[in-house]
């Protein structure tokens, strides 16, 4: 089975309309993400048993990583320099997208690793 696919836009067209997808798509996440850690602080301003605080950091620092591997795992950023701008290419060893100049630079890396997402 092949181990990377290819994804390469050559109209000027379609790039920037990949390019604003992206960009919409991108700022959704971090909005999310925003609003996670808002969250976060608006509980440590509340008046909650110790135990409760600490209940509610562990879920939404969980919501947080999810949040986080949802944006690393797609084709929306580069897997390795998390540009948003370039054409890209899907590593199946460790399920990520790649621009690619990541690719071609770092490719024993990639292929050799479970995942980049942290």
């Known amino acids: 089975m092949k181990q990377k696919k290819e994804i390469r836009i050559k109209g000027p067209h379609l790039r920037a309309l990949r390019g604003n997808l992206r ?10 993400g925003c609003a996670i850690i808002d969250a976060q602080s608006d509980m440590l301003d509340a008046e909650l048993p110790r ?7 562990a879920e939404l620092e969980r919501n947080l990583n999810e949040n986080k591997i949802l944006i690393m795992s797609s084709i ?5 320099c998390h540009h948003r701008d370039k054409d890209a290419i899907y590593n199946q060893s460790n399920h990520q997208w790649f621009c ?9 890396e990639i292929l050799n690793a479970e995942s980049y997402i942290y």
């Open 23 to 32: 960009e919409i798509l991108y700022l959704e996440w971090n909005e999310r």
């Open 100 to 108: 690619p100049d990541c690719y071609v630079e770092h490719e024993g």
């Open 76 to 80: 929306i950023v580069c897997g390795w």
């Open 51 to 57: 135990s409760e605080i600490i209940r509610l950091h």
